[in-house]
């Protein structure tokens, strides 16, 4: 198989694709993945209300990392709302890797200009259940079998 969830340049390769698994993806809990949606009152972002999610990874406490979430470039410099969080004892930060790559086609190209130009990357186009359905469909392995298809807004077999 291929696909943008298969080892390959700028792609993770892990246990989800080789059947077998290191002994750093599994184990103890290691953090958190957050959805968080975007307060902001720019009339481009309100306009993707309920489409529009940061999906980032933390090792430490959520609402740390969501503090002063105004003055940080990576969300927007607007206030959140968290929507979602997922602690896993699979990787947390492939956890992301992995829905960052399966939603790229939906990824929101932004410049955000605090002093200087910064594109944040983490912020997706995406139905929030499609997100959650994602994440179990990591967790169990089954994605594989999948893709995003970000013109009909579906998860589709491959």
Known sequence: MSGPLFAGAGHVSGPLFTGEAPGDEFGEVKGTVYIVESLSGDP???A???RLFKIGFTTRDVNKRL???EKDPTF???PVQLRATFETNFSPKKLEQLLHQFFAHANLQ???VLGRHVQPKEWFVVPLDLVEETVRRILDRSIVDYRYDAVSRKILPR
Do not use: S, Y
Request: proline share 0%; charged share 20%; with cysteine.
């Open 110 to 112: 932004i410049d955000v």
């Open 76 to 78: 927007l410099c607007a």
């Open 67 to 69: 503090a002063d979430v």
């Open 44 to 46: 481009n972002i309100v």
């Open 48 to 50: 993707l209300k309920g």
